[in-house]
């Protein structure tokens, strides 16, 4: 009984040393950037800008783009504007369908596909960008004000992994 116990012990002091060393060496955390509205910062050899537009109403939308616009709104749209800089020689390509919004700490969804390629008509969700080129993307993002409200922070998360990239999105 005493080997038994001794063997329980040796296996789980091993199975506790490998999980440290996994995490602390092997898997570490991402680090965090977390950038403002109107400040350049560079993502995958590109240059971003993310300017905050509002939030607007589907009546909004219709006044701004026409009562078309309203078949792809949601009842409320948070649109930002992405411009997007390539300094390399090469083309770049960016998945503009990975960003997402995040409300506090709730997930707040993808990009809306329907009002995207409304705002967006030359423009797919996976971006390239030629060599010296800057390419403006409207990005709509669904927007519950009942649920959210304008009290609590939202960032726009572009990356999770090597680094978590985000953009603060600040009301005016």
Do not use: H
């Amino acid at each position: 009984m005493k080997r038994i116990i001794a063997i329980i012990a040796v296996l789980a002091i091993a199975f506790t040393a490998r999980v440290v060393y996994v995490n602390a060496f092997e898997y570490r955390f991402a680090d965090k950037a977390v950038y403002s509205t109107g400040e350049t910062f560079t993502l995958n050899s590109l240059e971003l800008t993310c300017i905050y537009d509002g939030i607007y109403s589907s009546e909004e939308l219709a006044k701004i783009y026409g009562d078309e616009v309203i078949s792809y709104c949601d009842e409320s749209d948070l649109i930002l504007t992405l411009e997007i800089t390539n300094p390399t020689d090469e083309p770049q390509t960016l998945d503009l369908s990975s960003f997402c919004m995040q409300y506090a700490y709730t997930s707040g969804g993808g990009i809306n596909p329907y009002l995207f390629a409304f705002l967006n008509e030359s423009i797919s969700s996976k971006c390239t960008i030629d060599p010296a080129e800057t390419v403006t993307v409207n990005l709509p993002y669904s927007y519950d004000w009942d649920t959210l409200g304008s009290q609590k922070p939202y960032d726009l998360v572009l990356s999770l992994y090597p680094e978590n990239v985000r953009v603060r999105i600040v009301e005016k």
